[in-house]
């Protein structure tokens, strides 16, 4: 998604456009602005695969909130289904996709 630009006969108008799409449109195209939000999801010590419900290659992740200490970290390649997580102890998460 960019920032619409309307032509016309108005060069100030259009060089307004172009300059504020030209700053925004790499905020509103950031992965993270399109992130998907898992609520409540229980993981266990050890490997967990979780479906990252994009319906594409995920770009990236992050453990927005987590109930419990413990250490994790990606233990697989993203992919187009899945994110493999490792943890060292048992927790309810509320995860962010992208």
Do not use: C, E
Not at 30 to 38: A, Y
Not at 46 to 75: E, P
């Amino acid at each position: 998604m960019s920032l619409p630009i309307q032509n016309g006969v108005d060069k100030d108008l259009s060089l307004v456009q172009t300059t504020w799409a030209a700053i925004l449109n790499p905020i509103v195209n950031s992965p993270t602005n399109q992130m998907n939000l898992l609520k409540a999801i229980p993981v266990t010590t050890g490997v967990n695969v979780i479906n990252h419900l994009l319906g594409r290659k995920m770009q990236g992740w992050q453990i927005l909130d987590i109930d419990a200490s413990a250490t994790y970290y990606r233990s697989a390649p993203l992919n187009n289904l899945t994110l493999t997580l490792t943890f060292s102890a048992p927790a309810n998460i509320t995860l962010g996709v992208f």
